[in-house]
């Protein structure tokens, strides 16, 4: 592990973080980020969404440490700091959607070499929970999984999805699929979109940070999704509804406002998760952890309560008080 930038300056994290480069078995660098490792009583592996970068997360880390967590931050292949995938550094690609699997295998790798305190738990964003799902299928060692608005399924009218499947499949063969997805292009969505019209939060300072730090560190940056991702994305979220959930404590949070991930498929798996919970957030969009302070302040609580088993324990409360309700006859 070699030392790696970590901007400090506008990641707003605690004290004393620190950044790694990993590489992947395949060859692909990725970069690793650290926050509060010293004296926590566990770890928050934290798997970002298609466009982010470890920074991004900085808020996020110091309300964790203070509810005495370690996190731990990845760049995937293709975004932040991580190898670019093609010559356009802004296309959001992915040659195969299980390559993600590599960077988790390196980021698990990172964790066991600096020792970090377990147990450890899962929190997955956006394109981060269908990479988070496949990881805790397959056995990733975490206590317990939590999901903000996962991508087990991307919204989009149900009329589009056949052009969609066969446009994204019909660009490999054509050898286009490094073309960016229709309707989007080569800038970042933060940048580009007006905060009035935006579908990820409803806090304007909170976007105000987003766009700051692509503003202070360009690099960061990332523009729309290729049609290869695209068909990535589609076949890897496909074949994953028809799998069943891992026997896992799971909390997923959803916005009531979400528009970029298929809702019906985050509410079907969570009504069949065994022990799962969905927090339905009335008035959320996308980025539910990163909106109002009192929204994003409430739901972040509630996480730390979730890995520290309080939750749970007041989940099997209340359903020993339930059984212990006479019934009417």
Known sequence: MQAAPLFDDVAQGPEGGAAWWMSASDGMRLRIGLWNRDGARGTVLLFPGRTEYIEKYGRAAAH?????????????RGQGLADRLTTDAMAGHVHEFGDYQRDVAAMVEAAERLDLPRPWHLLAHSMGGCIGLRAVMRGLEVQSCAFSSPMWGIHMAQALRPVAWSLSWGSRQLGMSHHYAPGTAG??????EPFESNKLTNDREMYDYMAKQLRAHPELGLGGPSLRWLHEALKETRDLARLPSPDLPC???LGSDEQIVDVPRVIDRMAH????????VPGGRHETLMDT??????LLRQLCDFYGGAWRASATDR??????VPQAR
């Open 64 to 76: 964790f440490a203070r509810c005495g967590y370690a996190t731990l931050v990845i760049d995937w």
């Open 187 to 192: 800038a970042h969505y933060v940048l580009e």
């Open 251 to 253: 909390l997923t949070i």
């Open 273 to 280: 998760w065994p022990g799962g919970h969905l927090e339905l």
């Open 293 to 298: 302070p009192d929204m994003r302040g409430r």
């Open 319 to 324: 359903a020993a008080q339930a059984s212990a």
